[in-house]
């Protein structure tokens, strides 16, 4: 198991370690730490809750199609954080690289109920 920690860990990190860079040249954007916080957030919640959406997407038309949409959604999103200048968008396009990353995954994790 400690692999797929140190793995979770990476991505996690990564993710999180340039989102937290990003979006500091806009003026008024993150204007604090709890601010910063919920943005990061975001990302964790939409991947969690929507994990689930995505596996019976890909077991119903095929993991190739849901796992590539994934990927170039998250590069749209990810595309549009970097050039938001305004809170609002900031906080969408978070909110749509944790979706598009919850498409990555075929299955919700083990732990989640149901």
Same mark, same amino acid.
């Given at each position: 198991?400690?692999?797929?920690?140190?793995?979770? #860990?990476?991505?996690? #990190?990564?993710?999180?370690?340039?989102?937290?860079?990003?979006?500091?040249? =806009?003026? $008024?954007?993150?204007?604090?730490? @709890? /601010? @910063?916080? %919920?943005?990061?957030?975001?990302?964790?919640?939409?991947? /969690?809750? @929507?994990?689930?959406? #995505? =596996?019976?997407?890909? $077991?119903? /038309? =095929?993991?190739?199609?849901?796992?590539?949409?994934?990927? @170039?959604? #998250?590069?749209?999103?990810?595309?549009?954080?970097?050039?938001?200048?305004?809170? %609002?968008?900031?906080?969408?396009?978070?909110?749509?690289?944790?979706?598009?990353?919850?498409?990555?995954?075929?299955?919700?994790?083990?732990?989640?109920?149901?």
């Amino acid at each position: 198991m400690w692999p797929l920690y140190a793995a979770g #860990f990476t991505t996690a #990190f990564g993710a999180h370690g340039i989102a937290a860079n990003l979006g500091a040249s =806009g003026e $008024d954007a993150v204007t604090s730490l @709890l /601010v @910063l916080g %919920g943005l990061l957030a975001l990302y964790d919640g939409a991947e /969690v809750l @929507l994990k689930p959406v #995505f =596996g019976t997407l890909a $077991d119903r /038309v =095929g993991a190739r199609p849901v796992l590539l949409g994934g990927l @170039l959604a #998250f590069a749209a999103a990810s595309a549009v954080y970097a050039l938001a200048g305004s809170p %609002g968008w900031l906080w969408a396009a978070r909110l749509g690289q944790g979706a598009a990353a919850s498409a990555s995954r075929r299955r919700p994790p083990p732990w989640w109920p149901g």
